[in-house]
Nanobody, 124 residues
Framework: QVQLVESGGGLVQAGGSLRLSCAAS????????MGWFRQAPGKEREYVAA????????YFADSVKGRFTISGDNAKDTVYLQMNSLKPEDTAVYYC?????????????????WGQGTQVTVSS
């Protein structure tokens, strides 16, 4: 059973930066992707970013392109979401997820394991 633990959330002013981390453990397969989702109160879950294990494929939602980057450390089985130029509308609980598929997932349905989430609050 894969476990995911997110960290790095917090309160930041608009225009600031945060880096989220997601550490995986218990993984027994070598092909996977890791992604980040977010959900704000009263809103649907949004697929924010994703990266394949090789780093060769990435995905970013239009709402975060140019502001967020995603990277991975395979030795630590950890993925990072660097969030710059944060806006109040980025406020949400951020979840990381992973699967055992080779290609980049297209939606939440293609992820098998989920973390508990970390709160990000951006004040105006």
């Amino acid at each position: 059973q894969v476990q995911l633990v997110e960290s790095g959330g917090g309160l930041v002013q608009a225009g600031g930066s945060l880096r989220l981390s997601c550490a995986a453990s218990g993984r027994t397969f070598s092909n996977y992707a890791m992604g980040w989702f977010r959900q704000a109160p009263g809103k649907e879950r949004e697929y924010v970013a994703a990266i394949t294990r090789s780093g060769g494929s990435t995905y970013f939602a239009d709402s975060v392109k140019g502001r967020f980057t995603i990277s991975g450390d395979n030795a630590k089985d950890t993925v990072y979401l660097q969030m710059n130029s944060l806006k109040p509308e980025d406020t949400a609980v951020y979840y990381c997820a992973t699967n055992s598929r080779l290609r980049l997932p297209l939606s939440a349905n293609e992820y098998d394991y989920w973390g508990q989430g970390t709160q990000v609050t951006v004040s105006s």
